[in-house]
C-alpha cells in the first residue's frame, strides 16, 4: 500500500488512482459533511433521550421505590412495565434510525461511495 498522497486538483476533484488520497479529499466534501451532520442529528438526541429515560428507571428503581412497587395490571408493576418499556424503546429507536438511514443517509452515502470507488473499480482495483 503506498502512503503518499496525491492532492486534488484545481477543481476539488479527487485524483484518479489513489483511494486513500481520494477519501481524504472525500472529508472536506460538502455533501459529506452534510451526511455527517445529518447522522449526527439524529444519534445525538436519540442517544441523550434513551440515556435519560434509562436514567429514569433507574433513579426511580432507587428512590421511588413504592411507586415503582405498584400494581398496575395483576403482578405486573410499575417497574417490570418499566423494564419492558426499555426494551420496546431500544426496539423503536433501532427501527426509526432503519428508516431514518434509508431515507436520509443512504441515499448521499451511496452517491458519495459510487463517486469515491468509481475510478478505482473500473480500473480493476476491486479484486475482492
Known amino acids: 500500500m503506498s502512503t503518499t498522497h496525491k492532492s486534488s486538483d484545481a477543481s476539488g ?14 472529508h472536506d466534501d460538502p455533501r459529506f459533511r452534510e451526511l455527517r451532520g445529518r447522522l449526527l442529528r439524529f444519534v445525538v438526541p436519540m442517544s441523550i433521550g ?5 436514567l429514569l428507571y433507574v433513579v426511580m428503581s432507587v428512590y421511588a421505590r413504592d411507586f415503582m412497587a405498584t400494581d398496575v395490571v395483576g403482578d ?21 434510525y432503519s428508516r431514518f438511514a434509508g431515507r436520509r443517509l443512504d441515499p448521499l452515502a451511496d452517491e458519495l461511495r459510487t463517486e469515491l ?3 478505482a473499480r473500473s480500473e480493476g482495483g476491486d479484486t475482492a
Open 13 to 26: 476533484t479527487p485524483p484518479d488512482g489513489d483511494l486513500e488520497a481520494r477519501s481524504v479529499v472525500m
Open 76 to 96: 405486573a408493576n410499575v417497574a417490570l412495565i418499566f423494564g419492558v418499556l426499555q426494551f420496546v424503546t431500544t426496539f423503536g429507536i433501532a427501527i426509526l
Open 117 to 119: 470507488e468509481g475510478p
Open 50 to 54: 434513551f440515556f435519560v429515560w434509562y
